[in-house]
Each structure stands twice: as C-alpha cells, then as structure tokens.
C-alpha cells in the first residue's frame, strides 16, 4: 500500500503538470477561494507567459514540503503547491525560471540587455569575477534599506542601541506600503529587530522611516555614500507635490535640504496618486561595487534571511537578499554562502523610462544565481 505523503505527491505533481500544460486555463483545477483571491483573468496571462518561456514539462520531482522542480528541455522552475482536501489547488507559487541550457555568456548578456540602463557585479569571496558598469550608482529604489541596516548595526555594536530596545511608531513616521505598518496604530511599541525584519523582509517603508530617524540621516548617508538620503515619505510626498520636486531635483545639497524641510510639513498623499515613474535625480543612486559591500556587511543578520528574493534556498547554504523598484526601477542584491564556504555577490540594477521588465530580469538573474551554484 502506498504511503500518504506519497500518494499527495502523487497528486500534487499531477496537478502541476496540469497546470502547465498546453492549451487555456482549466479553472476546474483551482479551488474556489483561490480564483476569487486570483481571478482567471490574473492567472491565465501569468501561466501563459510561463508555458512560453519554459515549454513543455518533461519532469516534476519532488524537493521538500510543498516545494518541486519542475523540469523542460531548456528549464528548471521551483515551484510550491498546496491542494485542498478536494484535491483542488489552494496554493500555487512558481520562482523565476532558470535557463538551465544557457551559458554565463548568454546570461550575462540578457543581464545587461534588460533595459537601457544596466549595471550588474558578480563577486566571489569579495573579488569581482563579472560586471557591466559596476561602480555607476543607477536609482535602486529599496535596496537602499541596507544602507539604514547598516547604520543601525554599526550603532548598536558600538552601545549606542539594542535589538531588543522598544520604539514607539509616531505619526510623521507613517508612510505608503509596501508594508504593513501604515495601517498601526500611533504609539504602537516595536522593537528595533522587529522594525529591521519588516523593513528588510517585507520592505516595510514605515518601519524604515522609524530606523532612519532612530539611526539618523548623517549615519544613514555615511553608510550609504549619498547625500541626501532620503525617507520613504519624503519621496513619496515629492511625487505628488511637483513644485518642491522640481527644486530638489534642479538644487544643489543645501538647496535639496532645504526642501527636505519643506516637505516634512506636508501631508502624506493619497497612494493612488504616487505611481508616477521614477522621477530622475529624486531616488537612491547607490553602484552594485558599493551594495555588494553594503549587503555583505550585514549578510549575517537573522533579519537578512527571512526572505531569499530569488536565490533558491536548496542551493546555498545562506540567503541574504533585498531588492527594490518603482516604475522604471529594478534592483536585486543577494548575497549568498555555499556550502563549501564560498561567498558570491550578486547586485544588478535596472532603470528605464518605462517599466521594466521584471519577468526577464528575474529570469536572468535566477539563472546566473543557479549557475554560481553549480560551480
């Protein structure tokens, strides 16, 4: 008789390979809550666009848990699915495609061809191995939160905060998502590791802006090498207000903090009213040479291995990730261990007029990520 958890894996990898099989979507393979959290109209275009890319399945095989790699003749995806007690799917994620029949060359290339402006390191054990433009700070959106993480780990090494030492959420701190912390009550106390885990984890702009604050401005640009470094919120504020905008873009620094002090006597805006595209020369200007340092120097930090970003964690044996983006914006950094030792960095950024293209990036960036991984 076969055992139960094989025969659900049975069952799950049927239900992937029906899923990415050719033709429409088969809603009949989906549970009811996940079309109305997913509707049709969402999902179809998503798979569609997979099936093109990775082509037929040839293989599923079972990793861990609810994780499988799902195998074609040019690609390798990691995928989690959850079913119900139907046998219908509850839960559906599928990581970026990795192009396993490229070469470093191919990548490298569809790397750098992502948008118009590119710029990328590849580092091993801190020395660069490839890079386009790598010392050239493009607009990383936030990525820059390393920067805040930094300063903060600095500070407490040197006794000047805890981990576990309690803030309390004020109502300038409040910003737009991503994130959950707009939406806290003010006065609500959280600790400084809990603040740094959102902030880097889920990209929490609320919870950066309380560490900056706590950390301060100066600290923030001596570890990030700009100046000013800007807050979520006043960034945010300067999309919709275009008069204080075009001042800090066109003045000088102390003309750009004159207007920083402007701009914190403004209301927060709608967020419905701050999807413009990345308005240049209001934005973080950070280089990959200089966030593979950044990233590397917080690498170790619980808070960093919450979320791996792209990286697949079966393949290293640490994570540590964050990228950023707004319209016309893309930044991953990952740094990661394998399980020989070896230290990679990977940093790419992306910026356009337009919006990038994040399934060709991810693409890309999985496949160098799972090439470094194979040696």
Not at 106 to 121: K, R, W
Not at 314 to 320: L, R, V
Request: proline share 6%; hydrophobic share 45%; net charge negative.
């Amino acid at each position: 008789m076969m055992a139960a958890p094989a025969m659900a894996q049975d069952k799950e990898i049927a239900a992937l390979k029906a899923v990415l099989a050719e033709g429409p979507l088969d809603q009949a393979l989906f549970s009811a809550d996940f079309l109305k959290a997913v509707p049709p109209s969402q999902l179809e275009p998503v798979l569609t666009g997979i099936k093109t890319t990775i082509g037929p399945v040839a293989a599923v095989t079972h990793q861990s848990g609810a994780t499988y790699l799902v195998e074609t003749a040019t690609h390798e995806m990691s995928s989690d699915i959850v079913l119900d007690a139907a046998g219908k799917i509850a839960g559906l994620f599928f990581r970026p495609p990795v192009a396993s029949t490229a070469t470093l060359d191919d990548i490298l290339a569809e790397m750098g061809a992502v948008a118009p402006q590119s710029a990328f390191l590849v580092t091993e054990n801190g020395v660069p191995l490839h890079g386009k433009d790598a010392g050239i700070g493009l607009a990383v959106g936030s990525a820059f939160k390393l920067g805040v993480l930094k300063a903060l780990r600095d500070q407490i090494a040197a006794g000047g905060h805890r981990w576990d030492e309690v803030a309390e959420l004020t109502a300038p701190d409040l910003s737009l998502p991503s994130g959950i912390l707009q939406s806290w009550p003010v006065g609500a106390p959280l600790t400084l590791h809990t603040l740094a885990s959102l902030m880097i984890s889920m990209s929490d702009n609320t919870a950066t802006d309380v560490l900056m604050r706590i950390a301060g401005r100066d600290a923030v640009e001596a570890a990030l090498g700009i100046a000013p470094a800007l807050t979520t919120r006043e960034l945010f504020v300067m999309k919709v207000e275009r008069d204080l905008l075009e001042r800090y873009v066109t003045g000088d620094l102390g003309a750009k903090r004159t207007v920083l002090e402007e701009v914190a006597a403004r209301p927060l805006p709608d967020g419905s009213k701050v999807i413009s595209p990345h308005d240049p020369g209001a934005e973080w200007y950070i280089s990959p040479t200089a966030l593979c340092a950044l990233i590397e120097s917080v690498a170790d930090l619980d808070v960093m291995h919450i979320n791996p970003g792209v990286a697949s964690k079966t393949d290293w044996a640490q994570i540590a990730f964050k990228g950023g983006s707004e319209p016309g914006v893309l930044n991953l950094t990952t740094a990661v261990t394998a399980r020989d030792g070896t230290r990679y960095c990977v940093a790419a950024s992306w910026n356009d007029s337009a919006p990038i293209d994040e399934a060709k990036a991810t693409g890309a960036y999985a496949s160098l990520l799972a090439k470094l991984a194979k040696g």
